[in-house]
């Protein structure tokens, strides 16, 4: 059983874990597993690069990828996030996407504090 206090970290670093296990079927030890694979994946340095170099197609396709990552894990103010960027990147609107960047980087970072832990 995954300790509360990661449970409570998730919660505070915005993931429904509740919603997160209903989607994995009650499997917690996948949910960590998946968690823990989100603390080495590239697709949010990749937007950040896409964005920085004007590449809006290299931003739609990391975000649209981020928008499903952080879906699955529920973690909702993220999905969301990166749902509405994802259609002001497919709409053209390059200035809207990197906009946004301010209300997804604290919360992304957030969330990346939240799964540093140590897997036994």
């Known amino acids: 059983m995954v300790d509360k ?8 670093a ?3 874990t509740n919603e997160a296990l209903s989607r994995m079927m009650g499997n917690e030890a996948l949910l960590m597993r998946i968690l823990s694979k989100l603390k080495t994946d590239k697709n949010y340095d990749s937007l950040r690069e896409s964005l ?8 739609f ?5 981020l ?3 952080y879906g699955n894990v529920s973690a909702t103010e993220l999905f969301r996030l990166f749902s509405e960027q994802t259609e002001l990147l497919r709409k053209g609107d390059l200035e809207g996407g ?4 301010k209300d997804i980087e604290p919360l992304y970072t957030k969330l ?3 799964i540093k832990w140590e897997q036994a």
């Open 52 to 59: 920085s170099r004007d590449d809006a197609k290299g931003a």
């Open 98 to 101: 990197k906009r946004l960047m």
């Open 67 to 69: 928008k499903g990552i």
């Open 5 to 12: 206090e990661l449970f409570l970290r998730l919660e505070e």
């Open 61 to 65: 396709a990391a975000s649209h990828t």
């Open 14 to 16: 915005g993931i429904d």
């Open 112 to 114: 990346m504090e939240a």
